[in-house]
């Protein structure tokens, strides 16, 4: 891997000018920041932010973790974090993603995702779910997205599935049918008792009378 003494060496100056020509350019001359920029391009070099950020370098690069908890399977769930991306570019964040295998992540995924120093984290799920957030995760500027955890001072932003469970059904009887097919999630879900709420509300009005809701099993 190349370093930034292949680069001071290259260019014929000490790593301190290597360094100033990453961090403050304005401070060389245009000859000199032009060689230390030929021997960056000729050898592919990209500087380490996170050793910059540890050293303390005054970068304007902002940086959000997120860690991916079966986010990467479904078309709903890539959106999420396509989102979550997209928003954060438009803002001048970078984002580092991390796929996690299980929960509650393991020591090694905390310690990558903070070895990155991020300055805030983002912990998502695919289908709504309780997750164990670790300990060392907690004093850090974190949210949930698409779960929730036990501890009620984490802040979590769900989706309103009650909500788009009455809009949903209220469409269909406003188009006239009263037999509507209701596909839930399993009970264990923590979706299935919200989708329920909605579909309740919106049989409420004036359909009970005409609507039979039966459950169907495999």
């Known amino acids: 891997m190349t370093s930034v003494k292949d680069v001071a060496r290259l260019a014929g100056v000490s790593l301190m000018t290597v360094s100033r020509a990453l961090n403050n350019p304005e401070k060389l001359s245009p000859e000199t920041y032009q060689r230390v920029r ?4 000729e050898l592919q070099f990209v500087p ?8 303390g370098d005054n970068l304007q690069t902002r940086t959000i973790g997120v860690f991916a908890l079966d986010t990467a399977t479904t078309p709903f769930a890539v959106e999420l974090l396509l989102s979550i991306e997209q928003t954060a570019q438009q803002a001048g964040w970078n984002v580092f993603i991390l796929n996690l295998l299980s929960n509650p992540p393991t020591d090694q995924n905390v310690d990558l995702m903070l070895s990155h120093r991020p300055d805030g984290l983002i912990f998502s799920a695919m289908g709504l779910r309780e997750v164990t957030i670790p300990q060392r995760l907690k004093s850090k500027p974190l949210v949930l997205a698409n ?3 036990d501890d009620s001072s984490l802040v979590s932003y769900v989706p309103d599935d009650e909500t788009g469970q ?3 059904l209220h469409h269909a009887f406003s188009q006239g049918y009263r037999r509507p097919l209701f596909i839930n999630l399993p009970k264990k879900s923590l979706a299935w008792k919200i989708r329920q709420a909605g579909m309740q509300r919106a049989i409420r009005p004036g359909y009970r009378r005409t609507l039979a809701i039966r459950p169907l099993r495999a």
């Open 48 to 55: 380490s932010l996170s050793a910059r950020r540890i050293r």
């Open 38 to 41: 030929s021997a960056i391009d």
């Open 166 to 168: 009455y809009r949903a």
């Open 147 to 149: 779960c929730v955890a």
